[in-house]
């Protein structure tokens, strides 16, 4: 697999802000992803950047521990070249943000709790090019097992409105269904349980129909103005339309499965499709069939400074995907857990310059 034109190589000198950011932040994540690929190798990206030439950086990173700033930027100038990520418009790459909820739940269902998170169905199965049945839409990757075969699965509307009712599915209740959508949504939150209990929901599986955000869908209807869409002006939006909450969400035809997780690490974000639990401020999530899990990206976002009052400029790790994440100059920023975290994440929507930080030995003749 040759490394694709979508990359042109750079010098670290060509990074805006590089000597200043704190790359042994950046640092322990990447590690986490060098210990994990002791079990399981990820999956080489589309775009040639194969998960063998990491070899040499996963096993430094397994062995030495930087004192300092300046020695975490001396590994990464060592094992990698910086290349500049061409988007696919020709002009800057995207940046969006996501975070992990905090939400109250309750183990059974009350008066006050009545929105169901719900775990795997037993009839929901992986549809791929070997057991897809003739005529079914190819973007599904999921379906409903019958007797005569994988149909496509009940959508959002349909199991909000009980197709999935007595099954026992239910991980925990929720007090409001926006929460819910959101949790979807982000693909993880933590939950105080009535019980006293604190745990955690991942993503397991999905509906596989495509995902359609509300902010789309009120921007076209009119009622948002797109420049103006947020989660947070989304959230407005429902509570100040409770009647039309379920016309907008059930457009979305998308419907997120859960599993239970603990807590291992509060200062840590959930286990995420890499694998790894994700780091605030320095996990991304990128397009997984372009780009390989545990590559670094160097991320230049200047007009972003949601997250500590300064331009955006930092090292970020690949460690998680999610399906609106499309095209090689894309990104998720992970924000963090909690409320001050989804109040950085829901404005998150900015330009930005991507800058993969490829192993040296897939660019031969680079400067050290």
């Known amino acids: 697999m040759s490394l694709s034109q979508a990359f042109s190589e750079k010098s670290f000198d060509d990074l805006p802000g590089w000597d200043e950011d704190d790359h042994l932040a950046a640092f322990a994540a990447f590690r986490r992803s060098a210990f994990h690929v002791l079990t399981k190798p990820y999956r080489s990206g589309g775009l040639g950047v194969a998960f063998d030439a990491f070899t040499e950086a996963y096993a430094a990173a397994r062995t030495v521990a930087p004192a300092d700033r300046a020695q975490a930027r001396a590994f990464f100038e060592h094992h990698f070249v910086p290349a500049r990520v061409g988007a696919e418009s020709g002009g800057a790459g995207l940046v969006t943000g996501f975070y992990e909820p905090v939400v109250d739940a309750s183990p059974v269902r009350t008066e006050r709790f009545t929105v169901p998170l719900l775990s795997r169905p037993a009839d929901l199965v992986d549809i791929d090019d070997a057991n897809r049945p003739p005529g079914m839409d190819p973007y599904l990757a999921f379906g409903r097992d019958t007797p005569d075969g994988p149909v496509e699965y009940f959508d959002r509307g349909e199991i909000e409105r009980g197709a999935l009712a007595d099954r026992s599915l239910e991980i925990a209740w929720l007090a409001d269904k926006v929460d819910a959508f959101f949790i979807h949504v982000q693909g993880s939150a933590r939950l105080t349980m009535t019980d006293g209990r604190l ?31 947020t989660m947070q002006s989304i959230r407005a939006w429902f509570k100040a339309h409770p009647a039309r909450v379920y016309e907008i969400l059930w457009r979305n035809r998308s419907y997120i499965f859960f599993r239970e997780a603990a807590v291992d690490d509060p200062a840590l974000g959930p286990i995420a499709a890499a694998k790894v639990p994700l780091t605030p401020g320095r996990s991304v999530a990128v397009d997984r069939l372009l780009h390989t899990f545990g590559t670094p990206f160097y991320i230049d976002a200047p007009s972003l400074s949601a997250f500590d009052g300064k331009p955006f400029r930092r090292l ?52 050290r």
């Open 316 to 367: 970020m790790i690949a460690q998680d995907t999610g399906s609106a994440i499309t095209g090689p100059a894309r990104g998720d920023l992970f924000a963090g857990t909690g409320h001050a975290a989804g109040e950085i994440a829901g404005v998150v929507r900015n330009p930005a310059d991507f800058y993969a930080l490829l192993p040296r030995r897939l660019v031969p003749g680079a400067r």
């Open 199 to 229: 745990c955690r929901v991942t993503y397991a599986a999905k509906s596989g129909q495509r995902f359609t955000g509300p902010g789309r869908i009120l921007s076209e209807l009119g009622e948002i103005p797109l420049q103006a869409v």
